[in-house]
Structure formats: structure tokens, C-alpha cells
Nanobody
Framework: QVQLVESGGGLVQAGGSLRLSCAAS????????MDWFRQAPGKEREFVAG????????QYADSVQGRFTISRDNAKNAVYLQLNSLQPEDTAVYYC??????????????????WGKGALVTVSS
């Protein structure tokens, strides 16, 4: 069992930055690949970024490539998402999720085993 708690959301102006954190409980955190998803009002939940259990592999949605960076610290049971050059279209609730189902990184929310409750990111124009 893994419990996930996001933090670091907030209101930021376009062009600004935020850093989201996801704290995980459970001794087996390092065996899970971790993803960030987001869901904007009226839209489906979408993949943002993923990182393999070792941290050696990362993957990003085209819409955030070059602006967002995912990282993890297995010693601290934490995963992070650095959000730079934020735009109003990045406004959403951001969720961290864990899975052991995929070889490296899962892209579909259907393949995730555990979810946090989300952190709201609002980008003003």
C-alpha cells in the first residue's frame, strides 16, 4: 500500500514557476514508477510526466516538454515536478500516481495503482 500527498500548488502569473512535491508512505516506494497527471475543468485527466523506479528514465507530454522536469528522491520517498514558463493552459489539478504495472513508465491513468488527492495550480494571464 502506498499513500501519496501532493503539495506546492498555488496561484502564479504566466511565465512563472512552481515546484510540486509528492510525499509517499510505504517501504516499497522505490519499486514504483511515478507519474504526474493533470485535469483541467471539463477535460479528461492527462499524462504530464513520468519517471521510472530508478529515476534513470523520464518521459513528458509534448505540451510540457522543455518546461517541466520530473525527479525523485527514493531516500526521501518523494517525487517532484518543477514547472517553469507556466501558461494559463497549464491551469489544472495536478495528481501524482504510482504504479508497478509497467516496465518503465505508464502513460495511461488506467494503469496507475495509487493516487494522491491533487494539488491545484492556477496560472493567471
Amino acid at each position: 500500500q502506498v499513500q501519496l500527498v501532493e503539495s506546492g500548488g498555488g496561484l502564479v502569473q504566466a511565465g512563472g514557476s512552481l515546484r510540486l512535491s509528492c510525499a509517499a508512505s510505504g517501504r516499497t516506494f522505490s519499486s514504483y514508477s511515478m507519474d504526474w497527471f493533470r485535469q483541467a475543468p471539463g477535460k479528461e485527466r492527462e499524462f504530464v510526466a513520468g519517471i521510472s523506479w530508478s529515476g534513470s528514465t523520464t518521459q513528458y507530454a509534448d505540451s510540457v516538454q522543455g518546461r517541466f522536469t520530473i525527479s525523485r528522491d527514493n531516500a526521501k520517498n518523494a517525487v517532484y515536478l518543477q514547472l517553469n514558463s507556466l501558461q494559463p493552459e497549464d491551469t489544472a489539478v495536478y495528481y501524482c500516481a504510482a504504479t508497478s504495472r509497467c516496465g518503465d513508465i505508464c502513460l495511461s491513468p488506467r494503469n496507475m495503482d495509487y493516487w494522491g488527492k491533487g494539488a491545484l495550480v492556477t496560472v493567471s494571464s
